[in-house]
């Protein structure tokens, strides 16, 4: 391996505090000389597919992506494949038709007991609201009992949860608040267990892709994915939560955000976590949503979702030698630490945000008060 190449990423990762062999938390060890050559020439996919393949470890994997982020050396060191991956963004709506179901078969379809070992009491896979929690038990129920509130749901009324995943925010308004519903997904295993979750509740859950939903109902609520819809699709995915929705109801988009308005998603991420994602900036939310809702309130709490992310990580740790070695190997376990860490510097940085945003059709004679 030339010189060069090592002396080009170690003075990179010096303009981020890092230094290869050192023993401060964000400090790296390299197995695989090869790897200086690797992560130059495919940036983000190539350090993360080489901690993956074990060429390398971090003394605290959060911490050293945290410090690579704040340098924004994220963005200044690109593979070749990227060019490939933006030029099939801007070409094609790789969100429509069966690639809206492309997430669903590789990520969501993974296998409950993962999902369940890492989620905590409840399978909602998306931030808790920490304001007054303790654990992530207490995070997420306050979460969904937020959304209830901001909705206003009371006995009686019909709601729609677009992206339902195994149920529990659709189980939790239908007891808590007397409602019933509608949920929606593309993960034929998610549909599966949110059935049985639901049994014996006013409660229809469809596989079925959010486009394709013609009916009113009293209010709209959709938790965690907004970001699987791709920016061809929004003023679309706006335009049917309008159209489902009754003139006086309101409508709740609980969604990871952005700061700047992009087209595709990390390259990593986009092979290994979530195909055909990519993260909307506020900009990308109003000019979608204008003309269609009156937007009454936004609420940014991504601060939370570092903690979330945190608990998530250390329920996975925990319950990994319980979990099926031949289904979840070491390279798997690799993928998936190198995913919730990323996670958590990039909300830790605030490069990435959680936003739950109310939108009426017509406004709210008099005014919203958001509860908090």
Not at 296 to 324: C, I, K, M
Request: glycine fraction near 10%.
């Amino acid at each position: 391996m030339p010189e060069r190449l090592r002396n080009r990423v170690e003075s990179l990762l010096a303009e981020a505090g890092v230094e290869v062999g050192g023993q401060r938390p964000q400090d790296i060890q390299v197995h695989d000389p090869h790897w200086y050559a690797r992560v130059l020439a495919q940036g983000s996919l190539g350090l993360g597919e080489s901690y993956m393949d074990g060429w390398w470890d971090a003394n605290a994997l959060d911490v050293f992506l945290l410090h690579l982020m704040r340098a924004r050396l994220d963005e200044r060191v690109h593979g070749w494949g990227e060019i490939g991956d933006a030029l099939r963004a801007r070409l094609f709506n790789l969100q429509a038709g069966g690639g809206s179901y492309e997430v669903g078969r590789r990520h969501y379809d993974l296998g409950n007991d993962l999902y369940q070992a890492m989620l905590g009491q409840r399978l909602v896979y998306s931030c808790g609201y920490w304001a007054q929690a303790r654990d992530l038990d207490a995070a997420q129920e306050a979460k969904l009992d937020l959304i209830c509130r901001k909705l206003g749901l009371r006995a009686g009324q019909r709601v729609l949860d677009i992206g339902c995943g195994w149920g529990e925010a659709l189980k939790f308004a239908a007891e808590r608040y007397g409602v019933s519903g509608v949920g929606i997904t593309i993960s034929a295993e998610q549909a599966q267990f949110a059935r049985e979750l639901c049994a014996g509740l006013p409660i229809e859950i469809r596989l079925q892709d959010y486009r394709e939903v013609d009916e009113r109902f009293d209010a709209v609520f959709s938790v965690g994915m907004f970001e699987h819809v791709g920016d061809k699709n929004y003023a679309a995915y706006f335009e049917m939560a309008r159209r489902c929705l009754h003139p006086e109801g309101l409508f709740l988009l609980h969604t990871i955000g952005t700061n700047i308005s992009r087209h595709r998603t990390d390259a990593w991420i986009a092979r290994y976590i979530f195909p055909n994602s990519m993260l909307p900036s506020a900009r990308q939310v109003t000019e979608a949503s204008e003309g269609l809702f009156v937007l009454e309130d936004w609420h940014s709490f991504g601060a939370d979702y570092d903690r979330t992310l945190q608990a998530w990580r250390d329920n996975v740790e925990a319950a990994w030698p319980r979990l099926d070695a031949q289904r979840y190997d070491e390279r798997f376990r690799r993928m998936w630490r190198f995913y919730l860490s990323a996670s958590m510097a990039s909300f830790r940085c605030r490069h990435a945000q959680l936003w739950q945003l109310v939108l009426s059709p017509e406004g709210v004679p008099g005014g919203y008060r958001a509860p908090r």
